[in-house]
C-alpha cells in the first residue's frame, strides 16, 4: 500500500471521481493515457492517487468540457501554453459553427427553391465542402496566371480574384458559392480548359508579352476603373482607359497608338468567355454585392476600348 503523503492520505479510484464529479471509468481512461499518473496500488492491487491529482484532474475535466482534444490537454498538462491550446479550441469551434450556418443556409435554400429546382439545387449543394473553403478558386487561378509573376504579384492578383467568404451567409450567398465551386473545380471542358485554349489562340498583338508587367499595370487600371463604377461613371475614355492601354503596351514594349488600341479591342474580343463572366457574376452573389469586381472593372474597361476613337 502507498505511503501517506504529506498532503493527506492516498484516494482511492472511486473517491478522487467522487470528488471530481467524474465517473471511474473516465479516472481510469486517463490514467492508461497517461494525463493522471497514480501513486501505486493498494495490497488488492487497485490504483491509488496523490490527492493532488485531484487538481489535476479537475484540470482537465474543465479543459474536456470545452471540447478540447486529448492530445491538446497533454500538452497543456505537460507544460505546454494553455493560451495556444485554447485558441486552438477556439478556432475550432468558430469552424464547427461556420460549417453550421453555411448547413443551415443551404437548407434555407433548399426550402426556399420549388419542387422542380429542389434536385438539382441539392445536388449543387450537397457536394459542397464544410466549412467551406475558396481552395478550388485559388487553385484555378494559379493554374491561369504565368509562372514568372512574383509570388507577392501572384498573391495579391488571387487575393483580388477569389471571394472572401462570409461566417454567416445568406442562401442565395451559398448558392453563388456552389455554382463558384462548380464551375473552378470542373475537370474536362471546364472553365479553366477553355481558358487555357484561349491563351494558345492567336493573338492581335505581336510579340512576346512581359507578365509582370502586365499585371502591375492591370492592377492600377483595374482600381481605377472600380472608383469609376462606385461613383456610377459609365464606360469611356479618360485616365482609367489610358491606364489599361499602358499596361498592354509596356507589357507588349511598344507604345500607345490608334492601332495598338484596335489590336487590344481584338485581343479582348477573343479572349472574352461565357464562362469568366459567370465567374464574377458568382462572386458578386458570394459577396452580396460588396463593390465592384475585378471581373466587372475588367469590362468597364474593355467597354471603354470599345467607345474610344
Request: hydrophobic letters at 45%; a positive charge; aromatic letters at 6%.
Amino acid at each position: 500500500m502507498a505511503a501517506e503523503e504529506p498532503g493527506g492520505a492516498p484516494l482511492s479510484i472511486g473517491e478522487l471521481a467522487r470528488r471530481a464529479g467524474v465517473t471511474v471509468k473516465t479516472v481510469r481512461h486517463y490514467s492508461d493515457q497517461g494525463l493522471l499518473p497514480d501513486a501505486g496500488r493498494s495490497a488488492g492491487g487497485h490504483r491509488r492517487y496523490d490527492p493532488e491529482a485531484l487538481d489535476r484532474l479537475r484540470r482537465i475535466r474543465d479543459l474536456r468540457a470545452f471540447g478540447m482534444p486529448l492530445p491538446d490537454v497533454a500538452e497543456a498538462m505537460a507544460g505546454g501554453s494553455l493560451e495556444r491550446a485554447l485558441a486552438g479550441r477556439l478556432a475550432a469551434v468558430g469552424g464547427q459553427l461556420t460549417a453550421l450556418r453555411w448547413q443551415q443556409a443551404a437548407l434555407r435554400a433548399l426550402t426556399e427553391a420549388s419542387a422542380d429546382q429542389r434536385p438539382a439545387l441539392l445536388r449543387l449543394l450537397g457536394g459542397l465542402p464544410l466549412p467551406p473553403t475558396g481552395d478550388g478558386a485559388v487553385r484555378f487561378w494559379r493554374r491561369q496566371l504565368p509562372r514568372a509573376l512574383p509570388s507577392a504579384l501572384r498573391d495579391a492578383v488571387v487575393d483580388a480574384a477569389v471571394p472572401v467568404l462570409p461566417a454567416d451567409p445568406e442562401p442565395a450567398q451559398v448558392v453563388g458559392y456552389a455554382r463558384l465551386h462548380a464551375l473552378t473545380t470542373a475537370g474536362t471542358g471546364g472553365l479553366a480548359e477553355r481558358c487555357r485554349r484561349v491563351r494558345r489562340a492567336p493573338a492581335a498583338l505581336v510579340g512576346d508579352s512581359d507578365p509582370v508587367a502586365l499585371y502591375r499595370g492591370l492592377g492600377e487600371a483595374y482600381a481605377l476603373a472600380a472608383a469609376a463604377l462606385a461613383a456610377g461613371r459609365p464606360p469611356g475614355p479618360g485616365d482609367e482607359l489610358d491606364s489599361f492601354v499602358a499596361a498592354h503596351a509596356r507589357a507588349y514594349r511598344s507604345r500607345d497608338s490608334p492601332a495598338f488600341r484596335a489590336g487590344l479591342r481584338a485581343v479582348s474580343a477573343a479572349g472574352e468567355d461565357l464562362g469568366m463572366r459567370a465567374y464574377w457574376r458568382y462572386v458578386d452573389e458570394v459577396t452580396g454585392g460588396g463593390g465592384p469586381t475585378m471581373g466587372a472593372a475588367h469590362d468597364w474597361l474593355v467597354g471603354a476600348l470599345g467607345r474610344d476613337g
